[in-house]
């Protein structure tokens, strides 16, 4: 018998005869003093008698009062049975997801390792706060499609897994590609990094099954793939396409462009942000709608110019941004006044894309303007979650 059991019990046999009133008083006395602290040579006859005395007294109440039997045992119980230990979560052939939406945060590293002798790979994402929302899907090949490029990237392995974290971003020092080279997960690669949408290709050489734990103290995620057909309990993994669906970006095309969803009241203009992908300069403007209305991308003019000198609205004064060309935007029932707090005049100096500077924002109609290296083609996005503008500049 141990030191801890011993004094778990002598210290639950206290309680019992000190709070069970109904014990006659000469009754909870000798409880007591059998449950005093021995030498233990004499500590398990002491206990015994003490424990002999409880299930007598115990016997007897019953009779007058039955539901005391379900509180003594109840708690007894408690301390000489231990907690069953929690039944592990199968592996699943299918897509899933999870995370908490809205949830910010900053990958900090990734961590795979083999657990040969378990019959699984693990791949750990550790993150700076909370566990992002995330998707993770299968594909039936190891080509994926870069975000937001839609170049296509091959990796190590027959078959692939893709995960997509959102509002993430990921620190410096994580690697963009590394190959493990396990016996299932054989690389691990950064497959899209924009508008806080992070994106990652798993190339593997089989199976497909997955488990995935959500963890917390640090916060991480754990993706453990089976590498051994015994560590599944699903059937096999469901037909997929033999090829991933290219993402579906449009056409650059060399000429004005006009879109977005008339209507009121007016969109709040949120954030502008501007960033190189390969083959194009990026502009995002992103809007939210006001307490009680529906979101949407505000009716918008985007007119190409061929010289950066622009004019304000309303005042009509002249300003000359950097570079030889220009784009302006134009949108109506918009506004960034009271919720766009970042400077109205960016200066960027991307490979086209020199200078982003607000022109006007005046009765619900808002400008920008672009400053451009040289005449470049465009592409237009209306995007949603959160409701943005993208405007693509084509690159050399």
């Given at each position: 018998m141990s030191d801890d059991f011993e004094k778990n019990l002598r210290d639950h046999l206290h309680t019992e005869a000190q709070e069970t009133r109904e014990f006659p008083r000469r009754l909870r006395g000798r409880i007591r003093d059998g449950i005093a602290p021995r030498s233990r040579?004499?500590?398990?006859?002491?206990?015994?008698?003490?424990?002999?005395?409880?299930?007598?007294?115990?016997?007897?109440?019953?009779?007058?009062?039955?539901?005391?039997?379900?509180?003594?045992?109840?708690?007894?119980?408690?301390?000489?049975q231990p907690s069953p230990s929690?039944?592990?979560?199968?592996?699943?052939?299918?897509?899933?997801?999870?995370?908490?939406?809205?949830?910010?945060?900053?990958?900090t590293s990734i961590r795979p390792a083999s657990h040969a002798d378990a019959g699984y790979d693990r791949v750990v994402f550790d993150f700076s706060g909370g566990i992002p929302s995330w998707d993770l899907t299968r594909q039936a090949s190891a080509t994926?499609?870069?975000?937001?490029?839609?170049?296509?990237?091959?990796?190590?392995?027959?078959v692939g897994i893709k995960l997509v974290f959102r509002d993430t971003d990921v620190a410096s020092g994580v690697p963009v590609d590394?190959?493990?080279?396990?016996?299932?997960?054989?690389?691990?690669?950064?497959?899209?990094?924009?508008?806080?949408?992070?994106?990652?290709g798993i190339g593997i050489s089989s199976s497909q099954c997955v488990r995935v734990l959500q963890l917390s103290g640090p916060s991480r995620l754990v993706v453990d793939l089976?590498?051994?057909?015994?560590?599944?309990?699903t059937a096999a993994p469901t037909p997929l396409p033999t090829a991933p669906a290219a993402t579906d970006l449009g056409q650059f095309t060399c000429q004005d462009r006009s879109?977005?969803?008339s209507g009121s009241p007016a969109m709040q203009l949120t954030d502008v942000r501007v960033a190189h992908q390969t083959g194009f300069d990026r502009i995002v403007?992103?809007?939210?709608?006001?307490?009680?209305?529906?979101?949407?991308?505000?009716?918008?003019?985007?007119?190409?110019?061929?010289?950066?000198?622009?004019?304000k609205d309303p005042s009509g004064q002249a300003v000359t941004m950097r570079g030889s060309d220009g784009l302006r935007v134009v949108f109506q029932q918009a506004t960034g006044a009271g919720t766009y707090s970042k400077s109205r005049d960016l200066i960027v100096n991307l490979p086209v894309v020199q200078e982003v500077e607000q022109l006007g924002d005046f009765e619900a109609v808002l400008s920008w303007g672009a400053g451009l290296s040289r005449p470049s083609c465009i592409r237009t996005l209306e995007l949603s979650n959160p409701t943005r503008l993208v405007i693509d500049v084509q690159t050399p």
């Open positions: 040579a004499r500590m398990a006859p002491q206990l015994a008698l003490a424990g002999a005395l409880v299930l007598v007294a115990v016997a007897v109440l019953a009779f007058r009062n039955p539901a005391i039997i379900n509180v003594v045992t109840t708690s007894i119980k408690g301390i000489i929690p039944t592990p979560q199968p592996f699943l052939c299918q897509d899933q997801s999870g995370g908490s939406n809205g949830q910010t945060t900053q990958l994926f499609v870069r975000d937001a490029s839609g170049q296509p990237v091959t990796l190590d392995g027959t590394s190959k493990p080279a396990l016996t299932s997960v054989r690389e691990i690669a950064q497959i899209g990094n924009f508008e806080r949408v992070l994106t990652y089976a590498t051994t057909a015994s560590a599944s309990t879109g977005g969803t403007f992103e809007f939210a709608p006001p307490a009680g209305a529906s979101p949407r991308v505000p009716a918008y003019t985007l007119s190409r110019q061929a010289s950066a000198h622009f004019v």
